[in-house]
C-alpha cells in the first residue's frame, strides 16, 4: 500500500500542471497547490487503506508492537518524500515533454530495487557493499520502515548494520533534501509557467 501511495501520487501529478493549463491561465495561486492536493488527495486515500490493514491485522491476530506509534511519522516522511519528487516531475514536465515516460520507467526500475516483495535480508546475502548502495534508495528505508512499525518482529530480519534510528535519521534527512530541491526547482521554473 505505501507503493501504490508511491506511484498512484507520481503517476497522477506529472501531467498535473499540463491538464490544468487553462485554470493556471486565468486565476493566480500558488502553482505548486495542483500537484500537492493531488498527493494528499491520495494521502487520504492511503490513510483509509492503512485503517483496512489495521482491521485485517486484528483479525488475522498478528500481534502489534509499541513501533505502531510512529507509524504517523513514516507516512510524514514518505509524503515530504513524494512532494519533493512531484514539484520536479510536474514542473519539468511543462518543458521538457519526454518526463511522464522518464516518469513511467522510474516508477518500475524503483519496483524492483524496492523490497516489496522481498525482504532486505536478501539483498544483505549478496553483499555489505551492496547493501550501502541499495539503502541510497529512500524507499528501501520509507519501505523497511512501514515493516518495522507495522510488524514488530520484523526487527529480527533486519541486516547487521541496520537500525530504526539510522531508517528513520537517513529516511527523514534524504525526504527532505529531496523536498526542497524539488521545491527550488519549482520555484526556478514557476515564474516561466
Known amino acids: 500500500f505505501p507503493w ?6 507520481l503517476s497522477t ?3 498535473s500542471l499540463l491538464e490544468n493549463s487553462d485554470l493556471i491561465k486565468k486565476v493566480y495561486f500558488p502553482r505548486e497547490l495542483i500537484p500537492i492536493s493531488i498527493v494528499f488527495a491520495n494521502l487520504i486515500n492511503f490513510i483509509f487503506t492503512l485503517i483496512v490493514v489495521f482491521f485485517i491485522l486484528f483479525l488475522f491476530k ?16 514518505q509524503t515530504i518524500f513524494i512532494v519533493g519528487l512531484v514539484l520536479i516531475f510536474s514542473i519539468l ?11 513511467e520507467v522510474l516508477i518500475i526500475g524503483l519496483f524492483y530495487l524496492t523490497p516489496i516483495f522481498y525482504p532486505l535480508k536478501l539483498v544483505s546475502n549478496i ?4 547493501l550501502s548502495i541499495y539503502m541510497l534508495n529512500p524507499l528501501v528505508q ?9 510488524f514488530g518482529d520484523y526487527i529480527n530480519y533486519l541486516p547487521n548494520g541496520v537500525s530504526i534510528f539510522n531508517l528513520f535519521f537517513n529516511s527523514l534527512i534524504l525526504s527532505f533534501f529531496i523536498f526542497f530541491i524539488g521545491l527550488w526547482i519549482f520555484k526556478k521554473y514557476e515564474p516561466r509557467l
Open 62 to 77: 498478528i500481534k502489534i508492537s509499541y513501533l505502531v506509534l510512529l507509524l504517523p511519522l513514516v507516512v510524514f516522511i
Open 127 to 130: 553483499s555489505n557493499t551492496f
Open 142 to 150: 520509507i519501505i523497511t520502515l512501514y515493516r518495522l512499525v507495522l
Open 93 to 103: 514536465q511543462v518543458y521538457y515533454r519526454d518526463i511522464k515516460y522518464i516518469v
Open 4 to 9: 501504490n501511495f508511491f506511484s498512484l501520487s
Open 13 to 15: 501529478t506529472t501531467m
